[in-house]
């Protein structure tokens, strides 16, 4: 056996040896000796490298310093005179001035974009340093009145502005407003970096959105280009799609996935760099990536092509290969970007009356400060005091008492145009007030949109209150009212009344599912824009109750639902204090209608239309045989989630709040929370649950 040394290795190399002895000590002696030149040399080229990396990482530490020293010394300059104060920096940039060739420059990618983009949107001022050793030209010149690049305005503000710096020069200008050009010798080297705001804060809808550099211009319309694509492709697929880039100088796509010895017919050719969007398909133990091309069939379609993808087990060569998965920013971004996707019904318009606001606008405001909007029971409801009892006394339990002398009442539920309507006084008065406010509901939701009568035949979806008008004493105070005591005291025909009174011909359904009205008659309204089932265009969904007699109260404080945690009584979701939740009333209708119309077979958005919010998907699901028929099942709750956000095409990681039921039941909103955890942030995105919290959001408590 003969060892062989390497020098500064941890371990030590043996070979057999097939020579005799005394050959072996010879050669043994001679590799030595080589092997020592070697290692002289090599221990050389290491000190020269490591030397000439000391020098490099000494010289940008220096240049880091020097930023950071240029930095102090201007920030008072520029918030007293620009009135800018500085906030973040990027990191330097080492430019080398000379002829450059684009042809070698490598492909854009979405992580490329996704690191320049925000620093060119937010870049307020640019420090230029000329290194040297020669001069260096700088050439500015203003962006037009738009930010386009390419737009003739006949302004001497626009003429180019030419400027030499000699070695050692700083430049500092505003990228935002001044486009600039550094042109020097070979050899020339120039270093920058960039200053943005302290508060970077996203325009919020409505406000007018930040002006664009043309570079930045380029990066947003390349990644929205590239998120159509995308979405493009998706609308047309069912199965996982994947990202793959053309790495030959032009790839084909063929009509079909067949032997390479039977060909197929060209579809397209796709340069070198260009990246295919598509899923992933195994034909005769071939993998071949499915995706659209921009050739039409006989409807109008764009067919699909498809690209060899194991190409090097055939003896032609590897065609493309995997682009990594998309950036986090870019799938949330992805999932929120409109498609041309026939399931998808907008929110037009919407209307409200909670005991909170009246209006829409209004609504969520006093949320941001937490208010308390429970009072206790008005008397002109009726006189609580003859229902009420002490949670803790017996009356409580063996009595038609509850615990509960606090709620959420909404004011003017008395008051009622009937005239607007053409209802007849004796009507009006028989009329449940779920009724009434269903019309004013309706009525105020359809103005907003700008619809008149002519224009309102289309279906209604009504998650009803419950049916307490009939046993009120005001039911029947009125002999002349007692022949619409029918329909005045009937629940069902709450969506009948607005469909009769404003000339609505499509459905008119009620529903009643206790919690869940509301979201029922959202859902009811999201498919019946299904085309194969039906031609609607136009839908009112609406979720209303009113709370008209203590009867209800006492029903729900036996069945353990409502509070029984002490006087002041609330709804504390996800709160160890949580003991039921307290009773509110409201009303609120939202006019859907589809994201997109049909026009000559193509879905196309009218950009003119209001829109308040698009739905993706709905789904329903009854958790079947369980601990009890109201007891939560959280595997089945997991199951709705998943189905939904399956069938909405969207990363479950891209939801970022939730508003929950969360009635203020230990159990229920334990169970609730924890099941919107596994599905919205799943187990093994540890990374994705430190970076993105879910929202839990609930307007009981």
Request: proline share 5%.
């Amino acid at each position: 056996m003969c060892r062989s040394t390497r020098t500064g290795a941890a371990e030590l190399a043996w070979t057999p040896c097939r020579s005799n002895i005394n050959n072996s000590n010879n050669n043994s002696n001679n590799n030595n000796n080589n092997n020592n030149n070697n290692n002289n040399n090599n221990n050389n080229k290491q000190l020269t490298t490591t030397k000439t990396t000391t020098i490099i990482l000494d010289t940008l530490q220096e240049l880091d310093e020097l930023t950071a020293r240029i930095v102090e010394a201007a920030s008072p300059f520029l918030a007293d005179t620009c009135h800018f104060e500085v906030g973040a920096q990027t990191a330097c940039l080492l430019h080398e001035t000379g002829a450059w060739d684009s042809r070698v420059a490598p492909p854009l990618t979405e992580v490329d974009v996704q690191f320049w983009l925000p620093q060119l949107i937010w870049h307020r001022l640019m420090c230029i340093l000329v290194l040297g050793p020669g001069d260096t030209e700088v050439e500015l010149q203003n962006f037009p009145g738009d930010g386009s690049e390419r737009e003739e305005v006949d302004s001497e503000s626009t003429v180019p502005f030419q400027l030499k710096l000699g070695a050692g020069s700083l430049l500092i200008l505003r990228p935002d407003l001044l486009g600039h050009l550094v042109t020097g010798d070979a050899g020339n080297f120039v270093l920058s970096w960039w200053f943005s705001p302290v508060h970077r804060v996203a325009p919020t809808r409505g406000a007018p959105v930040p002006r664009l550099t043309p570079a930045a211009k380029l990066l947003d319309q390349w990644a929205l280009d590239r998120m159509r694509e995308m979405a493009r492709v998706q609308s047309r697929l069912r199965e996982h799609m994947e990202e793959w880039r053309v790495v030959v100088p032009y790839a084909y796509k063929i009509d079909s996935p067949r032997h390479l010895t039977r060909g197929g017919q060209r579809l397209e050719v796709a340069p070198k760099g260009e990246v295919l969007a598509g899923s992933v398909e195994v034909v005769d133990g071939l993998r071949w990536l499915k995706t659209l091309t921009n050739v039409l069939d006989q409807d109008g379609h764009a067919k699909f092509g498809y690209v060899l993808i194991d190409g090097e087990l055939t003896g032609v060569g590897q065609f493309i290969e995997k682009v990594p998965d998309l950036p986090r920013e870019w799938q949330v971004a992805f999932d929120r970007l409109w498609t041309c996707g026939g399931s998808q019904v907008a929110v037009r318009s919407a209307a409200c009356k909670f005991a909170a606001s009246h209006s829409l606008e209004s609504f969520w405001q006093p949320f941001a400060s937490g208010p308390d909007f429970c009072t206790q029971v008005p008397m002109y409801r009726w006189d609580h005091r003859n229902f009420w009892a002490m949670p803790d006394e017996e009356d409580v339990d063996h009595t038609r008492k509850t615990s509960v002398k606090h709620g959420a009442f909404m004011e003017g539920l008395d008051l009622f145009d009937s005239k607007r309507f053409g209802v007849s006084t004796a009507e009006a008065i028989s009329m449940d007030p779920h009724q009434r406010i269903a019309l004013e509901c309706a009525d105020e939701a359809f103005m907003r949109m700008g619809l008149t009568k002519e224009k309102l035949h289309r279906s209604v979806y009504v998650g009803g209150g419950s049916c307490e008008w009939p046993i009120t004493e005001n039911a029947f105070r009125s002999p002349a009212a007692d022949m619409y005591g029918c329909t005045g005291n009937s629940t069902t025909i709450q969506s009948n009344r607005i469909s009769f009174n404003l000339g609505l011909m499509g459905p008119s359904l009620t529903l009643i599912c206790e919690g869940a009205s509301s979201l029922m008659a959202l859902e009811r309204g999201f498919v019946s824009f299904d085309l194969a089932k039906s031609d609607n265009v136009r839908a009112l969904s609406m979720g209303l109750s009113a709370m008209l007699v203590p009867y209800t109260w006492i029903g729900l404080s036996h069945q353990g639902i409502m509070w029984r945690g002490g006087l002041h009584g609330r709804c504390k979701s996800f709160d160890d204090s949580a003991s039921g939740y307290v009773r509110g009333e409201g009303v609120g209708s939202v006019i859907l209608e589809p994201a997109a119309d049909v026009i000559d077979g193509k879905l196309v958005r009218d950009e003119s239309k209001p829109i308040m919010g698009t739905i993706l998907r709905t789904h329903l699901v009854y958790h079947g045989t369980g601990a009890g028929l109201a007891a939560p099942n959280g595997p089945a709750e997991q199951a709705l989630v998943a189905q939904t956000v399956r069938q909405a095409r969207i990363d479950p990681m891209s939801v970022d709040a939730v508003e929950c039921n969360a009635e203020g039941r230990s159990l229920f909103d334990a169970v609730e929370a924890a099941s919107l955890l596994r599905i919205l942030r799943p187990p093994g995105k540890l990374h994705g649950q430190a970076q993105e919290p879910l929202l839990l959001a609930a307007c009981k408590t």
